[in-house]
């Protein structure tokens, strides 16, 4: 069985304030290495969108995509065997898009961050701004324990009830807003979703939390190995 292709979907970035005469799309270049250190073969999904000006926050991304645009985007999807929806200071609607048809296709799907918030988007509910900015803590270092519910795939994947992870984002998601969409995994001490699943779909599994900065840690190695098992089982599937 060949190795299974992921899809790492491209961010955007503010040109304006990084200071820069290019308009980028970016990887996180430690979760490219954790695809292919857990044998996968990384790839950019990028945007099809007929613009150069996207999105610039997290909230609401106005734009509705063309079914051009969109058609474009499902012949990338039906290449990857998996698919990964970064983290990042802003989101936009290819995003959400391409989340609502991997989970569709039933294409493993990992989300982190604002890829969290995304996957919850395309299943049709929203986050919200956390106007106290306590869970917004932009320091590598930075740990926060979190409790992890049992009956639940990331308690089965580290077995334990708490963990400690990072904490660098500005979006919520309240309990209210996401039990009629997905089962909840883990909350913060504050009572926050700290990480959701999609029980009756292959693997769909979004985290607040940044794993590609805690490289070394139990969790991290424990979700991108079932993450990459998963999209191989996928592709031998199709293979078949």
Not at 45 to 73: Q, V
Not at 127 to 134: A, F, G, N, Q, R
Not at 146 to 162: A, R, S, W
Not at 206 to 217: A, F, R, V
Request: include cysteine.
């Amino acid at each position: 069985m060949s190795k299974p292709i992921i899809g790492i979907v491209g961010k955007t970035t503010d040109n304006k304030l990084q200071y820069d005469i290019w308009h980028r799309i970016d990887i996180i270049d430690e979760i490219r290495y954790l695809v292919v250190e857990n044998g996968g073969i990384p790839i950019s999904i990028l945007p099809t969108d007929r613009t150069m000006d996207f999105n610039d926050n997290d909230i609401c991304d106005p734009k509705e995509l063309t079914e051009e645009e969109k058609n474009d985007l499902y012949e990338v999807i039906q290449k990857c065997d998996g698919i990964i929806l970064q983290g990042g200071i802003a989101s936009c609607k290819y995003e959400i898009e391409i989340a609502k048809k991997a989970i569709e296709l039933d294409i493993p799907v990992f989300g982190i961050c604002a890829g969290f918030n995304n996957i919850l988007r395309a299943l049709g509910t929203e986050i919200i701004l956390d106007e106290t900015k306590s869970h917004d803590k932009y320091d590598v270092n930075f740990r926060h324990r979190i409790n992890i519910q049992k009956d639940t795939e990331l308690y089965n994947l580290v077995q334990e009830e708490c963990i400690e992870v990072n904490s660098i984002h500005s979006m919520i998601a309240p309990k209210e807003k996401v039990e009629p969409f997905a089962t909840i995994s883990s909350y913060s001490e504050d009572g926050l979703v700290e990480s959701i699943e999609v029980k009756n779909k292959r693997f769909v599994m979004g985290i607040k939390w940044h794993p590609e900065l805690m490289m070394d840690t139990k969790v991290t190695k424990m979700i991108f190995s079932k993450f990459i098992e998963e999209c191989k089982n996928y592709r031998s599937e199709k293979e078949w």
